[in-house]
């Protein structure tokens, strides 16, 4: 089993940035993959970024490529999403994920855990 927590959603004005973190617990760590998605109201959930075991692959949307940037930290058990320029279009729910069945995996059901999600919501 992975549990996985979100943290570091919240209110930002256009332009600015916001870093997201993902803790896990349970299965070790290093040897699953990791990936950020978002779901905007109405929407299907989108795949942002993944991350490999090793933090070495790397894996990003066009439409984010530039602008997040996905790191991890395999002592801390954390994976970190870096967003900067936001948009009012990056306002959504963003959620982490665990443990894939392929490379790279941005869809999702490629993931087996899935944390609660946080809230970005970027304003004019």
């Known amino acids: 089993q992975v549990q996985l927590v979100e943290s570091g959603g919240g209110l930002v004005q256009s332009g600015g940035s916001l870093r997201l973190s993902c803790t896990a617990s349970?299965?070790?760590?290093?040897?699953?993959?990791v990936a950020w998605f978002r779901q905007a109201p109405g929407k299907d959930r989108e795949f942002l970024a993944t991350?490999?075991?090793?933090?070495?692959?790397?894996y990003y949307a066009d439409s984010v490529k530039g602008r997040f940037t996905i790191s991890r930290d395999n002592i801390k058990k954390t994976v970190n999403l870096q967003m900067n320029s936001l948009k009012l279009e990056d306002t959504a729910v963003y959620y982490c994920?665990?443990?894939?069945?392929?490379?790279?995996?941005?869809?999702?059901?490629?993931?087996?855990?899935w944390g609660q999600g946080t809230q970005v919501t970027v304003s004019a």
């Open positions: 349970g299965r070790t760590f290093r040897i699953y993959a």
């Open positions: 994920a665990a443990w894939s069945s392929r490379w790279p995996g941005t869809r999702p059901n490629d993931y087996d855990y």
């Open positions: 991350i490999a075991g090793n933090g070495r692959d790397l």
